[in-house]
């Protein structure tokens, strides 16, 4: 009789299927965690439908199913390629301005005029400490200025005509100089009782509460820039020569679904020599990134030899379905960088000559 070969896109979707149903069983006999195993599941069941989507995607025709499919029709092999990649330097974000603003002068928190998220300009009043014990000495010290300033003028009018000595004019002049002197002292200690921006920001963090005791040096707030924002990184060697002042370079986001442009402002003039690296600075335009934020910076670039497949052929999970003969595997992979051609590094999982399933266009 004639034995007619099934269509390979119903090998694949049957291999699949007892894929994903070894998978299940394997769960059901070694999973005890009930909230475990569903997660799995759910994994599985999304493995499953990508991997039925390469096989829908070759609906045979019945021309089709009378003859065996070519392997080029249905799958492409693992090769190597040169390419150009980025190269990843890891970083964070700041801003130039970011401190931690402290108490100058001990007291009871009086009145919060700034809390967190607060824009503020330069010089503005953050909080104010109960000052009432200062503006006591404060004009103390100016009832004392102004008596010292009326000696000293009746020691003026009274000197030419030889009614005050000269020693006793002395005397005079020096009691109102330090007179003068305790009245910007204790001008200062009431100022002190006020807590400034030390420059146009936002306020980052919030320490204290009102009512509350403080004594000098605690930290009240903190205060930061919006912008520029900065990121700085450390350059290896194999790149370090080639960074300029002005280069264009692409900052990604931790989890890699935000990608903000660059550029070099600064770059040291030499090599650490402890760590071989080169201190490169760079400013990011107007962006949606944190300062703080962890990320990478694409800068300068380095050819090297590695394994290439098109983005299509590996799933959004990081998975392959590997083609021998007329059985298939699902395989994990760990991917690179993304690379022209809408191709895709594979850094793990797959050897140079493995074919993998392809959709059809």
Partial sequence: GVHRQPHAAHTVARASSLVVEDVVVDLNDRIADRGLRLGLLTRGAALLLWCASLAACESPTPDARAATVPDSARAMVVDTATVSVPVLFPGQLFVEHDVAVAALAAGMIDTLHANLGTHVALDAVLASIDSRAQEIEQARAQVALERASNIRTRS???????????????????????????????????????????????????????????????????????????????????????????????????????????????????????????????????????????????????????????????????????????????????????????????VSGVAAGERLALPRR
């Avoid at 205060?223 to 990184?233: D, I, M, Y």
């Avoid at 002042?245 to 986001?253: E, F, K, L, S």
């Avoid at 098109?310 to 960088?337: K, M, Q």
């Fill in 156 to 346: 003026r009018e009274m000197g030419p005509r030889g009614g005050v000595t000269p020693a006793d004019s002395e005397r005079v002049e020096q009691d109102y100089r330090e007179a003068e002197l305790a009245r910007r002292r204790t001008q200062r200690e009431l100022d002190l009782t006020r807590v400034y921006a030390p420059f146009a920001g936002v306020v980052t963090a919030r320490y204290v509460r009102p009512r509350q005791v403080v004594a000098v040096g605690d930290t009240l707030f903190r205060v930061a820039e919006t912008g520029p924002v900065l990121v700085r990184v450390r350059v290896g060697e194999s790149v370090a020569r080639s960074v300029r002042v002005g280069d264009h370079a692409v900052v990604v986001a931790h989890d890699g679904a935000r990608r903000e442009k660059a550029r070099v402002v600064a770059a040291a003039p030499a090599l650490d020599a402890a760590s071989g690296t080169r201190e490169v600075i760079l400013r990011l335009g107007t962006t949606r990134l944190l300062s703080g934020e962890n990320v990478s910076v694409e800068l300068g670039a380095e050819r090297r030899r590695t394994l290439v497949v098109p983005r299509v052929a590996v799933s959004p999970d990081g998975y392959v379905l590997i083609v021998d003969g007329t059985r298939t595997t699902v395989r994990s992979v760990t991917t690179g960088s993304l690379l022209p051609g809408d191709r895709i590094e594979v």
